[in-house]
């Protein structure tokens, strides 16, 4: 017998690309259900060939349905969450609101998959930040290889982690000004049109902004709490697919040749690194990918054990819809679903 599914968000970018991945990586799934805010009721989304008309999360019963892949961002999942999960149902959730519960697992399954068991505890398990999501990934076999203590980031982050709105608000912002129309900030503090944005989410005490302390606190507990991150979290004018520059700082001597084989070999991960032009992978190329990106694989010099690299990956794929169908699936192969209940 297949799978109960519903996808809370279903019109936002997120859930389109849950539909869509649900859909590819034909989920044993024997009903999908669209949920969405009631002004969506009716509104028609794609899920394979098929077309599934919104139901408001407000009336739909969730009693009976194994699976609620969330992405209605912090207020929602605060609300429904505990809700859903009372019914019996597992809620994996996008947005950054159950991260940081002790009793809520935090899952990457290429990097830590054997945590998702924790999910009994409240029956919700999180997402992490796009960016983490991408960055854990390489991370992991590199940290395996040779220790990681210190890992030094800049993130050039597109504008649909910021949802359907900042999208248009790049597009409208383009075309106005070849129109010589004023470019108005509404989803973000200034002009993103042609330019770039040092400033994602909230301020915080010390001057960081919260995607910054997200990046360190969630790579801290999916991959090792004795790994030091700093994060410089960027906005750019490019709609899908984020980008990092990151610098690596190891307990044990590694080289990049060493760096190269482990991550040529690690789950989830694609090396394209020919040093010539064109030889890398930039946000353009990932859109629709599974993979994440690694380029620009080089020693740095100026410290023991160090390394940087180039990371790419779609941040609605691997960031988001992929690694919560990718959660759902670790959770059916391990057997771990009470149908029972
Ligand atoms: N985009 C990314 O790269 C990314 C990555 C990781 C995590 N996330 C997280 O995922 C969440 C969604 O992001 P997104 O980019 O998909 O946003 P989005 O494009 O703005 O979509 C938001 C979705 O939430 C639904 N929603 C809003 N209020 C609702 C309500 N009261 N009841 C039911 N549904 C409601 C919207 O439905 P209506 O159309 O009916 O309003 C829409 O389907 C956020 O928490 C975000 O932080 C995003």
Known sequence: ?????????????????????????????????????????????????????????????????????????????????????????????????????????????????????????????????????????????????????????????????????????LWDQTKGIFTTQPAEPKAFTKQIAFNVIPHIDVFLDDGSTKEEWKMTVETKKILDPKIKVTATCVRVPVFVGHSEAVNIEFEDPITAAQARKVLREAPGVLVVDKREPGGYVTPVECVGDYATFVSRIREDQTVDNGLSLWI??????????LNTVQIAETIINRNLLDRAA
């Open 1 to 169: 017998m297949g799978y109960k599914v519903a996808v809370i968000g279903a019109t936002g970018n997120v859930g389109r690309e849950m539909l869509n991945i649900l859909a590819e990586r034909e989920f044993p799934a024997d009903e999908v259900f669209a949920i969405a805010s009631r002004k969506s009721m009716g509104v028609e989304v794609s899920y394979g060939d098929e077309r599934l008309k919104c139901r408001d999360l407000e009336t739909f019963d969730f009693r009976g349905i194994d699976f609620a892949l969330m992405s209605a961002g912090s207020a929602i999942a605060k609300l429904w969450a505990p809700k859903i999960g009372g019914e019996g149902c597992v809620v994996i959730d996008n947005s950054s609101c159950w991260r940081y519960d002790q009793d809520v697992p935090l899952i990457v399954p290429e990097v830590n998959a054997d945590a998702v068991v924790g999910f009994t505890k409240k029956n919700i398990i999180a997402n992490p930040n796009c960016s983490t999501a991408q960055l854990v990934v390489v991370l992991k076999p590199l940290h395996d290889l040779a220790t990681i203590k210190r890992v030094v980031v800049a993130t050039y982050q597109s504008v649909s982690g910021a949802g359907k709105e900042a999208m248009d608000e």
């Open 312 to 321: 790419v990956s779609d941040n609605l794929r691997k960031g988001a819809a």
